[in-house]
Every structure is written in structure tokens, then in C-alpha cells.
């Protein structure tokens, strides 16, 4: 199993000033590599796959960076919906694997 | 508009069943691989199967391999988790998620997750 590892796990920024989230994978993930965003009570919400491509509908302050084992995701001049949780996740393999989360949260 | 609805989830006792279902609306359902992800509350997110566009493929989380079974009917639009022999460990909310965006190779597909249900809740507990 792909083990997703995420870093920090709680981010404290203020609004207007940008965020760097970390996800390191335990092999090689290739560019198979999402990232989502989950606010209170929603379901998650697709934000960037094959590492660097946004989703539909997705701001340009969201950009995702990286190959192989060794991924980031660029939050640049938060805005007040962007407070949330977000989690990477491989799909190289079997099983599909998440990492456990950052929560950025308001400073 | 493109859309998945779940339903089913409900409070089952330890060692018994439950069937999830999750209608999709708005797009060819056919041509997507599904997923189902659960979450307890407060936690993070699991993904626990996936089959196929035609059904034929599958796989399961090693936590829920040989006592759930994920299918699909295309003609009904519909994905269904038949959940059996129900531990605590199980309470959940379950999302299914439509697999798409990413790439494909000549025998099988490495897709995000794009669009996801709103879940539905089960519960496990006497």
C-alpha cells in the first residue's frame, strides 16, 4: 500500500496571505496525484489532478506542483472559502490512498 | 447538471447487511469508472472500492475485502455497495465518486476522483 503523508497538519494563515501544503508518497506515484478540498458538512471537492492540472471551475491561486514521490499545493492570497481541509491522494495504485489532511485554518 | 445521489445508509446492527445505492444524473454513467470513499465523522477520507465502467473490474479496501460487493446497473444509471456483516469500524459517511480526469494506458485507467455525492450516513451500532 502507497502510504500518503501530508504536511503540516494544521496550517494557520490570515487571509490574503498564501499557503504551502506538502504531500510525500512512500514510492513513486508518477504525476498520479490529486488534491481536494473538504469544508464542515460538504463533500470533498476535486481541486488539482495529475499533480498540476485544475479541475473545472477551480480559482488560479490553486496550483499544484511535483513528480514521483514528493508533491505541493499552492494557496496563493487565501481568501475566506478557501479555510477547509485538504487532502492528496494516489491513484498509481491499488489500494487508492489519502493522506490524512492539513486544515488551514484562519491566523 | 452533472450529479450523484446516494441513499440507504442507515443504523444496522453488528454482523448485519445494508445496500447503498447512488443515482447518477447528467452524465454518460456508462463511460465512467465509480468509486466508493467513506469517512468517519471527524476523520479523514477511505476509499473502499471501485469497479469498473462495465462492471467487470473491481477492487476493495483490504478492511472490507469479502464482505462488501460494489456493482453497477448502466441501464438503471445506478452503483450500489451491498454491505454484509457489519462491524462498528464500519460507521461512516459513504460518498461515491465518479472517477475521471487523468490517463489511460492500454489496459487500464489512473483517474481523480471528479465529482462526488453529498454521502450518506451508516451507522453500526446494538
Known amino acids: 500500500e502507497i502510504v500518503m503523508t501530508q504536511s503540516p497538519v494544521t496550517l494557520s494563515v490570515s487571509p490574503g496571505e498564501g499557503a504551502t501544503l506538502s504531500c510525500r508518497a512512500s514510492q513513486s506515484v508518477s504525476s498520479d496525484l490529486a488534491w481536494y478540498q473538504q469544508k464542515p458538512g460538504q463533500a470533498p471537492r476535486l481541486l488539482i489532478y495529475g499533480a498540476s492540472s485544475r479541475a473545472t471551475g477551480i480559482p488560479g491561486r490553486f496550483s499544484g506542483s511535483g513528480s514521483g514521490t514528493e508533491f505541493t499545493l499552492s494557496i496563493s492570497s487565501l481568501q475566506s472559502e478557501d479555510f477547509a481541509v485538504y487532502y492528496c491522494?494516489?491513484?498509481?495504485?491499488?489500494?487508492?490512498?489519502f493522506g490524512q489532511g492539513t486544515k488551514v485554518e484562519i491566523k | 447538471e452533472v450529479q450523484l445521489v446516494e441513499s440507504g445508509g442507515d443504523l444496522e446492527q453488528p454482523g448485519g447487511s445494508l445496500r447503498l445505492s447512488c443515482e447518477a444524473s447528467g452524465f454518460i454513467f456508462s463511460h465512467n469508472e465509480m468509486n466508493w470513499v467513506r469517512q468517519i465523522p471527524g476523520k479523514g477520507l477511505e476509499w473502499v472500492s471501485h469497479i469498473s465502467s462495465s462492471g467487470q473490474t473491481t477492487y476493495y479496501a483490504d478492511s472490507v475485502q469479502g464482505r462488501f460487493i460494489i456493482s453497477r446497473d448502466n441501464t438503471r444509471n445506478s452503483l450500489y455497495l451491498q454491505m454484509n456483516s457489519l462491524r462498528a469500524e464500519d460507521t461512516a459517511v459513504y460518498y461515491c465518486?465518479?472517477?475521471?480526469?487523468?490517463?489511460?494506458?492500454?489496459?487500464?485507467?489512473?483517474?481523480?476522483?471528479?465529482?462526488w455525492g453529498q454521502g450518506t450516513m451508516v451507522t453500526v451500532s446494538s
Open positions: 491522494q494516489q491513484y498509481n495504485g491499488w489500494p487508492r490512498t
Open positions: 465518486a465518479r472517477g475521471a480526469l487523468g490517463h489511460c494506458t492500454s489496459s487500464m485507467c489512473y483517474v481523480s476522483f471528479d465529482v
